[in-house]
């Protein structure tokens, strides 16, 4: 009898632990791509916040300083590390520059946003920023846009 009891422990550990590793926060190198990533979300006016995107349909990305009503953009143009995951390699245009790029992107739950994103390597945005699942690319359309909804909570709150 206690060697089912203990054979039915272990199962259920194994169990557990298997649905634990597949439903972790492990980084997934593809979650970068196509989705609008900010250091904080802004709830004041004029309150300044970095905001970050790298395309999957296209090589570029950029680094965007704003508020919710005005911005400045620097774009990049990047080559995939093909053997490196979390690697890209950044070109900026208008410096002549090249950086590597190195990040982690992973489920989360900060802060109330679902991902967050450490980057290291470049001189540019900041070390860690979040988005949420409603932020992909493809949904929100562009960094304007994204600004735009978080404005519209902010008017709501002006009248």
Request: proline letters at 4%; hydrophobic letters at 40%; glycine letters at 6%.
């Amino acid at each position: 009898m206690r060697t089912k009891w203990l054979l039915a422990l272990v199962v259920t550990v194994a169990v557990v632990a298997f649905w634990r590793s597949r439903t972790s926060d492990a980084p997934n190198p593809k979650l970068v791509f196509d989705r609008f990533w900010v250091d904080h979300e802004p709830h004041a006016r004029g309150e300044h916040f970095k905001v970050f995107f790298v395309s999957g349909e296209e090589p570029f990305g950029r680094f965007v300083n704003r508020t919710m009503w005005t911005g400045l953009w620097e774009a990049f143009h990047y080559h995939v590390k093909p053997a490196h995951d979390g690697v890209i390699d950044v070109y900026f245009g208008e410096t002549n520059e090249w950086q590597q790029l190195r990040y982690a992107a992973r489920p989360c739950r900060e802060q109330g946003f679902d991902f967050c994103l450490d980057v290291a390597g470049t001189s540019r945005g900041v070390k860690r920023y979040y988005s949420k699942k409603e932020w992909g690319a493809h949904t929100v359309g562009d960094v304007d846009t994204l600004a735009e909804r978080l404005a519209a909570k902010d008017a709501a709150t002006v009248r």
